[in-house]
């Protein structure tokens, strides 16, 4: 079966840093573009970043370019988002997904982690 | 980033059809076959209906399609049924520098 379970979320203060997690099964990790997407309590989904299957590529929205890194481990299969200068914006459930068609096309999500910023 | 304009909310009665649309620009929608639609029902992850504009996921209902006109990409809902009542986003490629991914704003589909 086809598995992402994201982990690492938590209640961080303005400012502080934190590193999200999410582990693969059931699929050839290393053959796949991964990602993560955003939605901030009862709003919309927005994409974060992107890694290309190799580790080669990487995008980032705007808004958290700079401030987050995305990383990938293919022999541990496993994926993760570097968080420093969190502000309250960033406030979320955080999810991870593989991209079926290396084109946005998203077809396996894990559960979320939720990351709340607040002092 | 400017996020994809969808209409807030769609309604129709079980066994209607209903389409939601899209809108986005040259750089996104209209200049690349990269759009993808999903659905969310509350408190779950988003699923993946339809990606690359047309195309329909393994073990999704055919009664969900998607097409393209210019910079307005669409999903329709044939048969609706009242498991379609939820949250909707499209999304898509975006030719900045360095490329990215925007998803739409989201239509809440109500079954009447």
């Known amino acids: 079966e086809v598995q992402l379970v994201e982990s690492g979320g938590s209640l961080v203060q303005p400012g502080g840093s934190l590193r999200l997690s999410c582990g693969a099964s059931g699929f050839t990790f290393s053959t796949f573009w991964m990602n993560w997407v955003r939605q901030a309590p009862g709003k919309g989904l927005e994409w974060v970043a992107n890694?290309?299957?190799?580790?080669?590529?990487?995008s980032y929205v705007d808004s958290v370019r700079g401030r987050f890194t995305i990383s990938r481990d293919n022999a541990k299969n496993s994926l993760y988002l570097q968080m420093n200068s969190l502000s309250a914006e960033d406030t979320a459930l955080y999810y991870c997904?593989?991209?079926?068609?290396?084109?946005?096309?998203?077809?396996?999500w894990g559960q979320g982690t939720l990351v709340i910023v607040s002092s | 980033q400017s996020a994809l304009t969808q209409p807030a909310s769609v309604s129709g009665s079980p066994g209607q059809s209903i389409t939601i649309s899209c809108t986005g620009t040259s750089s996104d929608v209209g200049g690349y076959n990269y759009v993808s639609w999903y659905q969310q029902h509350p408190g779950k992850a988003p699923k993946l209906l339809i990606y690359d504009v047309t195309n329909r996921p393994s073990g999704v209902s055919d009664r969900f399609s998607g097409s393209k006109s210019g910079n307005t990409a669409s999903l329709t809902i044939s048969g609706l049924q009242a498991e379609d009542e939820a949250d909707y986003y499209c999304?898509?490629?975006?030719?900045?520098?360095?490329?990215?991914?925007?998803f739409g704003t989201g239509t809440k589909v109500t079954v009447l």
């Open positions: 997904a593989r991209d079926i068609s290396a084109s946005g096309g998203l077809d396996c």
């Open positions: 890694i290309k299957y190799d580790g080669s590529a990487k």
């Open positions: 999304t898509s490629y975006r030719s900045t520098s360095p490329p990215l991914y925007v």
